[in-house]
């Protein structure tokens, strides 16, 4: 693959194709709207006193890397959709329960859009072009309906490898995937009712400290997490710099790079789709990465692809 040291940066909210074919007639995707509309809302509750801990605070950091990392970028990203290593079954299927909690749909659909996207890369094809718009590749795409990347047909091309397995088609159940994020909610309130309720036994102090860790740790994490897998979908294909001449507009974001777990480094991972590795220059710190590495040591990941 051809290296580039092309920098200028490519940002445009106009659109040059049309939207793909599964977008028409434009529909609004109502449930979607409604999930995404309400997470957002919720985690203004950060703004009111009565829901802030430290605790809370700890939650949204320790969440966003537990699920960004291990759920979005280390599960669904590098190992189901690139197989850039292989670990045992039982933590492959805890990395997609952690995903799954994103509130980004279940394994099955996040991959089978995602490898469409590496298929038709930034052409109309691709369910989330910027070409389209940039407000559509990050967020338009899901609040309207396509039918093409909902389709369970498509699913036989894109995941056929997962669909063959009956925990992916289990998960990839609506109920079934509303009731892993409430059992994980449940979770985060309990946790911090014992925290806020052991001290001196006081039921007010516990509903409030597990309303906290729900608020900070659920909410607002959720929703960070969802514009930074987002933020991948847009920004890198509009503006940033290039390591290497590949066919498409992915772009190196440094910005993103250090702050989505080295998902910001896409044109390198572009130019390597099935490498585990993103970061390939000594400043493009790749968390993800790392992530696997230390997994490797601790001999949950094995044959990890890093050419």
């Given at each position: ?298 001999g949950l990941a094995r044959n990890v692809v890093s050419h």
């Amino acid at each position: 693959m051809r290296q580039t040291s092309e920098s200028t940066p490519r940002l445009t909210l106009n659109r040059n194709v049309d939207l793909p074919e599964g977008a028409r007639p434009l529909r609004i995707n109502l449930p979607y709207l409604i999930v995404i509309g309400a997470v957002h809302l919720l985690s203004l509750l950060v703004l009111d006193p009565w829901y802030f801990s430290w605790a809370g605070v700890l939650s949204l950091v320790f969440g966003y890397f537990l699920f960004g990392i291990l759920g979005i970028t280390v599960g669904f990203h590098r190992l189901l959709s690139h197989r850039s290593f292989e670990c045992p079954k039982w933590f492959e299927y805890c990395l997609a329960l952690l995903g799954t909690c994103c509130l980004q749909e279940s394994a099955v659909w996040w991959v089978s859009v995602h490898r469409r996207h590496h298929l038709h890369t930034d052409d109309q094809p691709d369910p989330h072009t910027p070409k389209a718009g940039m407000l559509w590749s990050h967020i338009g795409w899901l609040l309207l309906i396509n039918r093409e990347s909902s389709r369970k047909e498509t699913y036989h091309r894109f995941t056929r490898d997962l669909t063959r397995q009956v925990f992916y088609t289990w998960t990839d159940n609506k109920l079934v995937m509303s009731l892993i994020v409430a059992i994980h909610m449940f979770v985060y309130f309990a946790v911090g009712f014992g925290l806020g309720w052991l001290p001196q036994g006081n039921v007010d102090s516990g509903v409030r400290m597990g309303s906290s860790l729900i608020v900070w740790g659920v909410f607002l994490r959720t929703v960070l997490v969802m514009h930074a897998a987002w933020s991948i979908n847009s920004i890198t294909h509009l503006w940033g710099y290039r390591n290497y001449d590949v066919p498409d507009d992915s772009r190196n974001n440094w910005i993103l790079g250090l702050l989505v777990h080295g998902e910001g480094w896409h044109n390198n991972h572009h130019a390597n789709i099935n490498s585990a590795r993103f970061g390939r220059q000594w400043w493009e710190l790749d968390t993800g990465y790392l992530t696997i590495c230390l997994l490797q040591k601790l001999g949950l990941a094995r044959n990890v692809v890093s050419h």
